[in-house]
């Protein structure tokens, strides 16, 4: 019943920008902490960003700066703005709800920065 659907994803130049979107379904919205996290190949899962319900937010130091996570409770969606994009951002990025015991996962989506 739970859902997690990314979208957003793409080829960039360095540089360049994307907005994801991660819009969830199932959950209370309002209530879980919501995160980005993100995969390059050969390399474990890492934290991008991640927001709670009271809206702290916290970075992976590789991105301060450079990345924003804002959350919309009304439209269930969670966002991560990127700006400044370098080769090495290029990874799945994976939209994360989690609340005690329960921990949900999205499908992904490919961003890939390159020339």
């Known amino acids: 019943q739970v859902q997690l659907v990314e979208s957003g994803g793409g080829l960039v130049q360095p540089g360049g920008s994307l907005r994801l979107s991660c819009t969830a379904s199932?959950?209370?919205?309002?209530?879980?902490?919501m995160g980005w996290y993100r995969q390059a190949p050969g390399k474990q899962r890492e934290l991008v960003a991640v927001?709670?319900?009271?809206?702290?937010?916290n970075y992976a130091d590789s991105v301060k700066g450079r990345f924003t996570i804002h959350r919309d409770n009304g439209k269930n969606t969670v966002y991560l703005q990127m700006n400044s994009l370098k080769p090495e951002d290029t990874a799945v990025y994976y939209c994360?709800?989690?609340?005690?015991?329960?921990?949900?996962w999205g499908q992904g989506t490919q961003v890939t920065v390159s020339s």
């Open positions: 199932g959950i209370i919205f309002g209530i879980f902490a």
């Open positions: 927001i709670s319900s009271t809206e702290i937010t």
């Open positions: 994360n709800a989690a609340l005690c015991e329960y921990d949900y």
